[in-house]
């Protein structure tokens, strides 16, 4: 009689690979498929316009949705964090906007959003870094002479 090996057979492991790859397919929004981009301003228009007539529960639990649905979105944590914010969960709130910048490096609202955070809790250093990254992400940002203007002043107090 034979001894078993404890070696994956060939199949076995070609079945582990299609198995991942079909794990992380469901994971892809649809709009992965299309190839098309996905318009986040579009796609969070009902959240944002909840925090604009003060309906910030309403926005917390559809951005929170939005997190789940598109976890490697930067515009989705960032809806989040900002809904946070206004509903006074300041810790819960910075924590999201990290994420945000964490999950989508170049999503430059999601720096600016965190610097302002960081700038009133007089984490200055912290502040001038994230709105000096927002303004590389966006150079042409109608924000440009204020931001600038914050980040002297954070490096005066640091």
């Not at 001894?3 to 892809?28: H, K």
């Not at 944002?48 to 559809?62: D, H, Q």
């Not at 946070?84 to 300041?90: A, D, N, P, Q, T």
Request: aromatic letters at 10%; hydrophobic letters at 35%; a positive charge.
């Amino acid at each position: 009689m034979k001894s078993s090996n404890c070696r994956p057979s060939r199949s076995g492991g070609l079945l582990i690979a299609a198995a991942a790859i079909l794990a992380l397919t469901f994971q892809m929004p649809p709009e992965a498929f299309a190839g098309k981009p996905i318009d986040w301003e579009k796609k969070l228009q009902k959240g944002y316009y909840n925090l604009s007539i003060g309906n910030t529960e309403e926005a917390i639990v559809f951005f929170q949705d939005k997190v789940k649905s598109y976890p490697a979105s930067g515009a989705c944590h960032t809806g989040l964090g900002v809904s946070l914010k206004r509903k006074g969960k300041m810790s819960e709130a910075k924590s999201e906007l990290r994420r945000s910048t964490e999950v989508e490096p170049t999503y430059a609202d999601a720096f600016y959003e965190l610097a302002t955070m960081l700038e009133s809790d007089k984490d200055y250093a912290g502040a001038a870094q994230s709105y000096e990254q927002y303004l590389v992400l966006k150079p042409d940002s109608n924000r440009r002479t204020v931001v600038g203007e914050r980040i002297r002043f954070c490096k005066e107090h640091m």
